[in-house]
């Protein structure tokens, strides 16, 4: 079965990170053993999903990833490494004022229920709010997750939220995060039953290290 990730790969193989490359559906078919027409719907479709760039000329089309679609390729190779590496991934992150959003969410005992259940925390009523290099978003979206899952109260709805296991200042914690964050994409916040800016006198720009 022809997959997002073969075409991908291809594209990214043929330089299609930093610049746009011509490459036809019969190229990608000759690859991977597919019918032209199978190649051509599967580029159709991953320009759809915002993973690759379509640009037509008069010999055919080019093709481009996108930033979203490097993302989906990088997140895969993270993970294979992870897998036949067996290593664990360290992160260099700097201190952050938050939007104080995660006091408010976190206080939700729909959410804290959840936290204690699957994470097995009793949270901080907030999170530390990380600054960390954009690289490394998809190295963390690498490694497993547990999701919390999100509902209705009577004025609104709360999104679902990926947690994944990470160890911060020795502190057993979890990057979050939430489905309909406000955050930029450098910015993480990490949950756990400490409050790191008191316990350890975080002050914003001082560096610290995840570990996953």
Not at 75 to 97: C, D, G, H, M, P
Not at 98 to 119: A, D, N, S, V, W
Not at 164 to 182: A, H, N, T, W
Request: hydrophobic share 35%.
């Amino acid at each position: 079965m022809l997959t997002d990730m073969d075409v991908l790969l291809i594209i990214a193989e043929s330089g299609g990170i930093t610049s746009k490359v011509s490459l036809t559906t019969t190229q990608i078919s000759e690859y991977l053993s597919f019918s032209q027409q199978t190649a051509s719907r599967k580029l159709i479709s991953l320009a759809e999903q915002g993973l690759i760039s379509r640009y037509p000329n008069n010999r055919g089309v080019e093709v481009k990833l996108t930033t979203k679609g490097e993302q989906c390729l990088r997140q895969k190779y993270f993970r294979l490494k992870n897998l036949f590496e067996k290593s664990k991934l360290v992160i260099k992150a700097f201190v952050s004022t938050g939007l104080g959003e995660g006091k408010y969410y976190i206080r939700k005992k729909e959410y804290t229920k959840q936290f204690i259940e699957k994470l097995q925390i009793n949270p901080f009523p907030g999170t530390l709010n990380l600054l960390i290099d954009k690289d490394d978003l998809a190295k963390i979206k690498s490694f497993s997750k547990i999701q919390i899952k999100g509902f209705e109260d009577e004025s609104r709805s709360f999104g679902n939220i990926d947690c994944y296991r990470c160890v911060l200042k020795g502190s057993q914690s979890y990057i979050i995060f939430p489905e309909r964050s406000s955050h930029p994409s450098d910015i993480i916040e990490v949950v756990s039953e400490v409050n790191f800016r008191k316990k350890f006198g975080l002050k914003d720009n001082q560096s610290v290290e995840i570990y996953l």
